[in-house]
């Protein structure tokens, strides 16, 4: 079959890396992709947000499969569009409709969800311009620090946390006058948990799930989880601290009732779902969830997939899952993400890329890169992955941190501490 991955980052091309091995595939596209993924199926330009676009490539194509890699078009509704088109109702689409992706796309609705249905996540209440007072008084029943976050997606920067009452009650304000748009026009104020975070994912159909590797990532820009948040700057699975009897209880307290909700609440949902979990004194508590693989999650929990994807994607597609199996690697696998120097921050593009045929028992994975003429520079803040299996966390770090050393571009940086917390 011909399949499709919408999005243009190192998730997609590591998604495109693991669907490519399957003998199921005959063509692999990408919309639109990067330097990396034109290596490996074939690029085809637009925006993950332009349907009626999308539509065509798709029917010119003739995609059988699509695979949904970022959020925003899940919560803008591109699985609703694909089920109420004619011609695209019948090709398979991997990510929830809208009323699925609220999990994602709101945290008000996440945190509803998860109240009703006896889902461990820290207290809360929502505010908006309507109950501002009722908010400031929560505010004051709480012990710093305050974590406020805006209820629509705020391209991963609309969570603050606060120490102050009184900086919390002027960020407050702030967000609801408009500081993320109309992402924060409503705010969830939430109790701080304090423990160590663990991403965990599942590929589900809505009533049969599959539990994917778990991952830690490392979201700081500087070592020793110091400076600005990223989109994430390297990640190692399996986690040390995610033994069998913390997953049991993941499982049970969190992953089926999140199912068995969605099955209650007739949210139909094919896709992924990501737990952002924190373990607080060996129990597990939901952060948020999100409605896609993670990134750069995905650059290593993919490694440790032996089953066929494509199997468990269609299983996942169609409602089949339940007939499917997965098979995990048990080696450790890691990626260390080589990001422009500047970044989370400004940063300059366009540095020409070097090395990456040089690479030896890695594999790379680009995210902001892309083809100028015959060679490859950069065209974002996370440039490119470096992943690598090991025996230990060490030993698959030292393989990925010897090739991040041969790959070069103008003002490279990358974290060299990564598990220094294991
Ligand atoms: P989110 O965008 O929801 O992933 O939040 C960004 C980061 O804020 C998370 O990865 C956590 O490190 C932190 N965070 C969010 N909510 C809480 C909370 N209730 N307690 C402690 N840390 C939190
Ligand atoms: N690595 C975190 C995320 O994908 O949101």
């Known amino acids: 079959m011909n399949i499709l991955i919408i999005?243009?980052?190192g998730r997609e091309h590591a998604l495109g890396w693991k669907i490519k091995q399957s003998s199921k595939v005959e063509?692999?596209?990408?919309?639109?992709?990067n330097a990396g993924t034109s290596e490996i199926g074939t690029n085809l330009e637009t925006s993950v947000s332009d349907f009626q676009l999308i539509k065509k490539l798709v029917l010119d194509n003739q995609i059988n499969m699509v695979v949904v890699g970022p959020e925003v078009p899940l919560v803008e509704g591109i699985h609703d569009y694909f089920a109420g088109d004619e011609m695209l109702k019948n090709i398979k689409v991997v990510g929830p409709k809208k009323a699925g992706a609220l999990l994602e796309g709101s945290k008000d609705f996440a945190k509803d969800f998860m109240l009703r249905n006896n889902i461990p996540t820290a207290r809360y209440l929502t505010v908006s311009s309507e109950n501002l007072k009722e908010g400031t008084a929560f505010l004051k029943t709480m012990t710093p620090p305050f974590v406020l976050k805006a209820d629509g997606l705020a391209a991963g920067k609309g969570v603050l946390i606060i120490d102050s009452l009184e900086e919390a009650e002027k960020s407050l304000k702030e967000m609801l006058g408009g500081q993320f748009g109309a992402a924060s026009s409503k705010v969830v104020i939430e109790e701080f948990l304090s423990g160590v975070e663990v991403s965990v994912f599942v590929i589900t159909d809505g009533k049969s799930y599959k539990i994917l590797p778990e991952a830690k990532d490392y979201k700081r820009i500087g070592e020793g989880d110091t400076g600005l948040n990223t989109g994430g700057m390297g990640a190692i699975s399996p986690v040390p601290f995610a033994t069998p009897e913390f997953m049991e209880k993941v499982e049970t307290r969190i992953i089926q009732p999140t199912?068995?909700?969605?099955?209650?609440?007739?949210i139909e949902y094919n896709g992924f779902i990501f737990f952002g979990l924190i373990n607080v004194n060996g129990n597990p508590f939901v952060i948020e969830y999100n409605v896609r693989m993670g990134d750069p999650e995905t650059e290593a929990v993919?490694?440790?997939?032996k089953s066929d994807f494509v199997d468990l994607l269609e299983g996942a597609a169609t409602g089949t899952l339940h007939e499917k199996n997965i098979e995990i690697d048990p080696r450790t696998a890691v990626t260390v993400m080589?990001?422009?120097?500047?970044?989370?921050g400004?940063?300059?593009k366009g540095k020409k890329i070097t090395g990456t045929g040089n690479v030896e028992n890695s594999i790379v994975f680009h995210a902001g890169?892309?083809?100028?003429?015959?060679?490859?520079v950069t065209s974002g803040g996370r440039v490119i992955s470096v992943s690598s299996y090991g025996l230990s966390v060490k030993e698959a770090l030292e393989i990925s941190y010897k090739n991040a050393e041969i790959i070069h571009f103008d003002k490279k940086y990358y974290r060299k501490d990564l598990g220094f917390d294991l």
Not at 259 to 266: S, T, W, Y
Not at 338 to 344: D, F, N, Q, R, T
Not at 369 to 376: A, D, K, L, P
């Open 369 to 376: 890169t892309q083809s100028h003429g015959n060679h490859v």
């Open 302 to 305: 993919i490694l440790r997939v």
């Open 259 to 266: 199912i068995n909700g969605l099955q209650k609440e007739n």
């Open 27 to 33: 063509k692999l596209f990408f919309a639109p992709g």
């Open 338 to 344: 080589l990001v422009s120097g500047g970044y989370p």
């Open 346 to 348: 400004s940063y300059e």
């Open 7 to 9: 999005g243009s980052g």
